[in-house]
């Protein structure tokens, strides 16, 4: 994980560095809330396993890989301008 960012309308987000992208998705697992960012996360394929539950999800599509999590993490885009990174939210 690169960084964890507090954002007091969409809640915490988490920013992983996975081979050459930046991804940003939610870092509550919509299974119970834990902390993802504080789940294993495989650099090789991009996998977190949230740490309470053990549900997988692919960091950069958002993708539940595996349950108990019936949904999908919220994605948000990244663009990296003059070595600055910067997550774009929804209007």
């Known amino acids: ?40 996360i495989d650099v090789d394929d991009g996998v977190v396993t949230c740490p309470e539950h053990g549900s997988r999800f692919d960091v950069c599509s958002g993708e539940r890989v595996r349950g108990p999590s019936d949904a999908a993490l919220k994605t948000y885009r990244v663009v990296i301008e003059e070595g600055q990174v910067y997550v774009q939210f929804d209007k």
């Open 1 to 40: 994980m690169v960084d964890r960012i507090e954002d007091p309308v969409r809640g915490p987000l988490a920013v992983y560095h996975i081979g050459g992208d930046i991804c940003a998705v939610q870092d509550t697992c919509p299974h119970a809330g834990a902390r993802l960012s504080r789940g294993h």
